[in-house]
């Protein structure tokens, strides 16, 4: 007797093989909420072609990013589409990065700060270019942060901040490096660890210790660790 193919089935198959989480901000509770959403957005533009009334937009952030990022670093290979947004009122997102066919995806919750949500555009959208090289979810994240703040944070400029070799960072410091650069002051601390200006260790103390010296995000992510 002759199996009779379940086309349902097919089509689930055919969509997970083109279907790819790539990173996902935050812990891994968060996952779910970030899989479950990029599930039923793929799932309405595979078939109605139409995104969610609430993405408040589409491509002309994320092109910019991307310019950006290829000028910075010639690995990069990017899609030549995107689906690139903001979602409000998702209870849990925190942003992730994606491929769905041969388009990235860029989804980040509308919640955030314009710090943090400049910064993660940046490192998703890095993560997109980076992926053919880094199979690893925590390689790639480190990667990509690595090449967003290359391309954020100029060397020269960090190094006004960074060259005597400090190891110690009081509130006001702090403050006054993440208003320059409009950047957390964790992250920026990380591209000077990038680039020799601090240790390992000075980076681990300093996370350790620190306090917020900016209003934090309203929904901000516990970490950007790739679940």
Excluded: C
């Excluded at 917020?212 to 995000?217: G, H, I, L």
Aim: aromatic letters at 10%; zero cysteines.
């Amino acid at each position: 007797m002759k199996r009779r193919s379940n086309q349902n089935q097919l089509q689930i198959d055919f969509l997970a093989a083109f279907r790819r989480m790539l990173i996902s901000l935050g812990s891994p509770e968060n996952l779910p909420v970030n899989e479950s959403l990029f599930m039923r957005m793929t799932d309405q533009w595979e078939s109605t072609r139409v995104m969610p009334a609430d993405l408040l937009f589409h491509k002309s952030p994320v092109e910019a990013v991307v310019f950006r990022l290829q000028k910075t670093d010639s690995r990069l290979r990017f899609p030549s589409e995107f689906i690139a947004g903001e979602i409000r009122g998702e209870q849990g997102l925190t942003g992730f990065s994606a491929m769905f066919r041969e388009q990235g995806w860029v989804i980040m919750p509308a919640e955030l700060s314009a710090m943090y949500k400049n910064l993660f555009l940046n490192i998703l959208s890095a993560s997109i270019g980076l992926e053919y090289l880094y199979p690893s979810r925590q390689e790639l994240l480190a990667e990509a942060e690595r090449v967003a703040l290359a391309a954020l944070l100029p060397e020269e400029e960090v190094r006004k901040f960074f060259g005597l070799r400090l190891a110690k960072f009081p509130d006001s410091f702090r403050s006054e490096v993440a208003n320059y650069f409009n950047l957390p002051f964790d992250y920026v601390l990380k591209r000077a660890n990038h680039l020799g200006l601090v240790s390992e260790q000075v980076v681990e103390e300093a996370r350790n210790t620190t306090q917020s010296v900016r209003s934090a995000p309203l929904r901000r992510p516990q970490s950007t660790r790739a679940a």
